[in-house]
């Protein structure tokens, strides 16, 4: 691979701090969005970005039958598996309290 270089700054994002890659630099690496990159620090004077293997992200299966949530909230009810409490619960605000 040819040895690019490139200039960027350091910016802060959140409480973090991050650099922005370039197209090139990118598309060489072949790395797409929400990849895994190893970071490692080389001779304590420079930076390796290393890409990791590409893993797929599996999606869980939702079920939207609706004839059959029913019998799934009895089945997780019998389990023990009660549904969580409502996050808002206890919470109020101006349009609540008018009516």
């Known amino acids: 691979m040819p040895h ?3 200039h960027t700054t350091l910016r ?3 409480n973090s701090r991050g650099v922005l890659l370039t197209k090139e630099i990118i598309d060489k690496l072949n ?3 929400g990849q895994e990159i190893e970071v490692s620090l080389n001779d304590e004077s420079s930076i390796v970005l290393k890409p990791t293997q ?4 599996k999606r869980p299966i939702l079920n939207l039958d609706l004839s059959t949530w029913e019998a799934q909230f009895k089945s997780a009810i019998e389990k023990g598996e009660m549904p969580e409490t409502d996050v808002f619960e206890g919470m109020a605000n101006k349009f609540d309290k008018s009516w």
Request: proline share 0%; glycine share 8%; aromatic share 0%.
């Open 31 to 33: 790395i797409v969005d």
């Open 12 to 14: 802060k994002i959140g």
């Open 4 to 6: 690019i270089i490139m």
């Open 54 to 57: 590409l893993r797929k992200k």
